[in-house]
Each structure stands twice: as structure tokens, then as C-alpha cells.
């Protein structure tokens, strides 16, 4: 079936080094890959998302790549700050979900930002 | 704006019990889903609706759960009986537009302890 697989699960970074979490799809029709932070205690919030058609995408320190061929995408933060620390959840959109919006989400990965 | 409101935050039962989740979209939002998260695994879909109609409930684990909307507002979520593999947070999300065409709004999920 449909499934998501995210790595790694936990993630220890000092402030100011760079994080990347990475994603495999298995549905090769998908179209769409949001990504979630979810602070502790609080609902997941979308933070980035990209489409099939583009390769990578940035909004300030998040940037998200996207590698069709292999079936991968990646969420990398630079700069990190303590408010990054969260768990962070990748989304895939398969087809023919996609007409109902349906998300299939991976494991999540738990990123701590030592200051 | 209110965001979707979820209640209870934490509900406790004993295994057999009867609980009934709630969730209150954003005003306007058409489309609602429920997930479920079980500890240290995805975010897995059970549920989408438009308005008060069943669009897609695939993820429904089995008879044991019902998920209603009447009035294609608010919906409930009704597990009876409970057992131990229920226990999870369990996320309601709504969407004017379906992903991706519009954004996913989470609540802050239900957590379900089935003792």
C-alpha cells in the first residue's frame, strides 16, 4: 500500500548547525508533499509544502527538495534555534487519493536544538 | 478566527468502554478528516468528509469505530467498544479546499489512554 518512510527518527543539533530530515514515497503518481511542525503540546502546523512539478522550494531558513526519480524529498532547516525544536512530520499526496486531500504521513522525527 | 477546537484533550476508559470524540472545524470548512496518530508511529488517515457526507473512510480500522457529521458541521468520532490498540491522539483537521489546493488545519488532537 501507500506508505511514507521518514529519517531519522531523532535528531540532536547544536544551534546554528543545520538539520535535514528525509522522506521516501512509495506511490510514484503523488503530487503534493506538505511538511508539519508540531511543537510540544500543540497541533501540527503546516510549514513548507512543494508540488511535483518544482524541485525545491525555500521560505527563509526551511527549504524543501524534491527528487521525483528516487522518490525522496528532504526538509532542510539552516541556522537552528531552540524554537525549532519540535517533531516535524513529511506528507505525501497519492494518487488517486489526491482528489480527496487525503495525506499519507511518516514516523515524524523528533528534532532537539541544544542552545 | 477560531481554529479547530477538539475535546476531550484526554480521555481515559477502561477496555469496552464507549468514548466519543468531538471536533469543531474551522467555520466554513467544508471539508473535514479525522487521523490518528499511535505511539511513535505516523500520522495515519481515517476519514474524510464533505459537509455531512462520507467522502473516503479507507482508514476506518474496523466496525467498531463510527464517525458522524450530521448537519456538516461539527463531527464525532465513537468507539465502542474500546480496546487497548485504540489508545493513540487521535487529530481532526479541516480544509476549505481539498490539499493541495488549500491548507490543512489540525486540531490539537484527543489523546486516548484504553486501560
Redesign the interface.
Known amino acids: 500500500g501507500e506508505n511514507v518512510e521518514q529519517h531519522p527518527s531523532t535528531l540532536s543539533v547544536q544551534e546554528g548547525d543545520s538539520a535535514v530530515i528525509k522522506c521516501t514515497y512509495s506511490d510514484s503518481a503523488s503530487n503534493y508533499f506538505p511538511w508539519y511542525k508540531q511543537e510540544l503540546g500543540k497541533r501540527p502546523q503546516l510549514i513548507i509544502d512543494i508540488r511535483s512539478n518544482v524541485g525545491e522550494k525555500k521560505d527563509q531558513r526551511i527549504a524543501v527538495t524534491l527528487n521525483k526519480t528516487a522518490k525522496h524529498f528532504s526538509l532542510h532547516i539552516t541556522e537552528t534555534q531552540p524554537e525549532d525544536s519540535a517533531v516535524y512530520f513529511c506528507a505525501a499526496s497519492p494518487f488517486p487519493s489526491s482528489n480527496t486531500g487525503k495525506l499519507i504521513f511518516g514516523q515524524g522525527t523528533t528534532l532537539q536544538v541544544k542552545p | 478566527e477560531a481554529?479547530?477546537t477538539q475535546f476531550p484533550s484526554h480521555s481515559v476508559i477502561e477496555k469496552g468502554q464507549t468514548v466519543t470524540l468531538r471536533c469543531d472545524p474551522i467555520s466554513g470548512h467544508d471539508?473535514l478528516?479525522w487521523?490518528r496518530?499511535v505511539m511513535?508511529?505516523?500520522?495515519?488517515?481515517l476519514l474524510?468528509f464533505v459537509k455531512e457526507s462520507k467522502?473516503?473512510e479507507s482508514?476506518m480500522p474496523n466496525n467498531r469505530f463510527l464517525a458522524e457529521r450530521t448537519g456538516g458541521t461539527y463531527s464525532t468520532l465513537k468507539v465502542q467498544p474500546a480496546e487497548l490498540e485504540d489508545s493513540g491522539v487521535y487529530?481532526c483537521a479541516s480544509?476549505q479546499a481539498?490539499?493541495?489546493n488549500?491548507?490543512?488545519?489540525?486540531?490539537?488532537?484527543s489523546r486516548l489512554t484504553v486501560l
Do not use: A, W
Open positions: 481554529g479547530v471539508n478528516y487521523y496518530r511513535g508511529k505516523e500520522i495515519k488517515f474524510h467522502q473516503d482508514g487529530f480544509s481539498r490539499p493541495p488549500g491548507e490543512l488545519f489540525f486540531g490539537e488532537g
